[in-house]
């Protein structure tokens, strides 16, 4: 049986649910949970806070105590866990479940009701929870977004190639929250599930579109592409005719927009394993191009590339200056001993020595610390 890597958006319906709206003394607990959503625990007020802690405790029992049925209506996310496993969480019991959660008091307690139910299940579940992320405002919902699209490329992918499915429950949470989910989930995700609101409501399965990015409107602007993803910003008439959807504006300069930058991750692979871009303050000594030729691996030729964009963008902001280089803790720039070469670093294994010629980074080898010393005769 196929494993299954279940992402689900994890909102407040568990919370809200459990409110008494014929009691009296609970009648104003939603607006006053709607008008404190954004809150983190510390920015809560006490009041709020105590609504919290009750709601949580009936939560906890009604999944306790409930039936399946009970448990559905309860909880928009749990309605979207039973329904992919047909009411039979048992079936989930070797696979991964991943909660994305809102980082605010109400988000924090939602997905933690949700969690340590599954877990009660024998399910295997985490929380995913961007710091600071919430639907306050665009900064803090879109800086929570390419925490989570950054976390996504960093697990997801390996889960893939062990032999998972990649399945996105996005029944429950915000809409705001959704809508991107949905989108992502077309890069991401083999499948996405909804169950519409009404009683026995079935599931509704969008399996992964056939998406394929244009490279052809990404090679123009690789270089601006892999210095923004390095921190760098750009200018605005470098990115003439671009999709103004990829980028983001900022005073008078531009950088990768959430979608930018997901789009870039997909990109990148083939834009950066290909030939050698041409990065502003570098220049490519003919040896420095063969080493580059001969190394087979893609992952090495992006990972060197992604250090070229790193090095030119610290170049173009001192002006050309090595001492950039040499505060950087990734890049580690030093000078080889009795010699007039330097080098840096690319990963734990792999160096590039250059020197200054003409105002420019001239790249002379590519390699192991063996290869680039014996090369250079610095041995």
Known sequence: MTRTVL?????????????????????????????????????????????????????????????????????????????????????????????????????????????????????????????????????????????????????????????????????????SLQGYLNTIGMFYADEIIYIFEGQGSEVIKIPRLPIAIDQSAIEPFAVQFALMEAGFDAERAELEGIQEALIYPIENDVTLSEWGKLIWKQAKKESLSGSLLGFPYLKYESSFIQDYKTQAKQAERVKLQETLARVSGLLIESNGSLAALRKDGGIQYKDYRNADVGHFRVSLELRVSCLIENGLLSLRRYGTHDHVERSEGVR
């Open 7 to 175: 992402v689900s958006t994890v909102g407040t319906s568990l919370l809200t649910n459990q409110i008494n709206r014929a009691e009296a003394a609970e009648k104003d607990w939603y607006g006053r949970l709607r008008d404190a959503a954004n809150l983190a625990p510390d920015q809560t007020p006490e009041a709020v806070l105590a609504i919290i802690d009750t709601l949580k405790s009936r939560a906890s029992q009604k999944l306790v105590q409930s039936s399946v049925a009970q448990i559905r209506a309860a909880s928009a996310e749990l309605n979207g866990v039973y329904g992919y496993y047909q009411e039979q969480l048992q079936q989930g019991s070797q696979d991964m479940n991943l909660l994305i959660a809102t980082d605010t008091a109400q988000g924090q307690e939602a997905a933690n009701l949700v969690k340590d139910f599954l877990e009660q299940q024998g399910i295997n579940t985490q929380i995913i929870m961007p710091k600071g992320f919430s639907t306050e405002n665009t900064e803090k919902f879109t800086e929570g977004i390419d925490q989570l699209i950054s976390r996504f490329e960093s697990e997801l992918p390996g889960y893939k190639e062990s032999g998972y499915q990649v399945c996105f429950n996005l029944v429950g949470s915000f809409k």
